[in-house]
């Protein structure tokens, strides 16, 4: 059972290893403030360091002291470029499942959360799990758990598991249609990875990312 938390828990976060041709990534002068365009709608610099934001704060109450902070910084340092591969693969995801019909209700989402807690052994355990492993603040659970759902139903409706090529495929056949542009700050989105990878453009600073390494 928790072979298999993980590996759902960590879907959205994966890094797939497969061959494919890189989409252009945009520049600030195509789209002003963005970290990233889905689907012609702007993932905001702005957005993303809220995210981010979120994370950092859910960290700090979780330590005892500024050296076990400053730890956790220290090995969560791609978190920026973490974050917004999350925030784009969740819109990927959402439009592969309306795609294929595939909808969530709230009442799933609880019943996920209320078994999900009863193995961690109640609702702040299931936080802390899931911040420190899958860097999932508290007030972004349900959220997460939704497109967990998402994917599995996903996946049961191709006949397949969320390991598989026709799972993936039709992630990917949704990235292509949304038309993933990312600021080059936080690297290139390959379509048919249907990951964020670094960008060959080491002059290019990941200023949120340097942000964050002064632990507040």
Known sequence: MHSRRRRTALLLSAAIVAAGPLLTACG????????????GQRITVSQLENRVDEVRAAQRAAVADDAQYAQVVAQTGSLARDTLHGMVLDRVLHRAAENAGVTVSRKEVQAM?????QQAGGAKGLETTWLQQY??????LDENLRLQLEAQKLAAHLGA?????AFWNALSKASQ???VDLNPRYGDWDARKVSRVDAKTPWV??????GTQNPA
């Not at 002068?29 to 970290?35: F, L, N, V």
């Not at 959360?113 to 807690?117: D, K, V």
């Not at 860097?135 to 972004?140: E, F």
């Not at 598991?161 to 090529?165: R, V």
Request: aromatic share 0%; no cysteine; hydrophobic share 30%.
């Open 113 to 117: 959360r209320a078994g999900l807690e």
């Open 135 to 140: 860097g999932i603040p508290p007030q972004r």
């Open 161 to 165: 598991d969320t390991s598989q090529p």
């Open 28 to 39: 600030n002068e195509a789209h002003p403030g963005a970290a990233a365009v889905v689907g």
């Open 205 to 210: 600073r990941d200023v949120t990312t340097a």
């Open 177 to 179: 249609e949304l038309g």
